[in-house]
Nanobody, 117 residues
Framework: QVQLVESGGGLVQSGGSLTLSCAASGNIFSINTMGWYRQAPGKARELVAVSNSGGSTNYADSVKGRFTISRDNAKNTVYLQMNILKPEDTAVYYC???????????WGRGTQVTVSS
């Protein structure tokens, strides 16, 4: 089994910053992609940012220029630096991990990010 432990969520004012962390542990042989999705109330879960094994990254258009994803492969940890936060960034943020050998991705339990106006 794979465990994903997220931390760093909280309440912040508009324009502020937060950093999310997600540490993976367990039966991990080779990680392909790590990243973050989010789900706001009444909305579908959406990609925020992912980091692929080859070093490439993908961001949602809504966060480009404000959020930065980084990864520490030695620690099996992914980070999301979120700057210039907006109220529309309010959501539960889920850590996401896909390995090369598993058919399905793994998900964290989620961490709440609330941005007040």
């Amino acid at each position: 089994q794979v465990q994903l432990v997220e931390s760093g969520g909280g309440l912040v004012q508009s324009g502020g910053s937060l950093t999310l962390s997600c540490a993976a542990s367990g039966n991990i042989f080779s990680i392909n992609t790590m990243g973050w999705y989010r789900q706001a109330p009444g909305k579908a879960r959406e990609l925020v940012a992912v980091s692929n094994s080859g070093g490439s990254t993908n961001y949602a258009d809504s966060v480009k220029g404000r959020f930065t994803i980084s990864r520490d492969n030695a620690k099996n940890t992914v980070y999301l630096q979120m700057n210039i936060l907006k109220p529309e960034d309010t959501a539960v943020y889920y850590c996401y991990l896909r390995t090369f050998n598993a058919a399905l991705p793994f998900w964290g339990r989620g961490t709440q990010v609330t941005v007040s106006s």
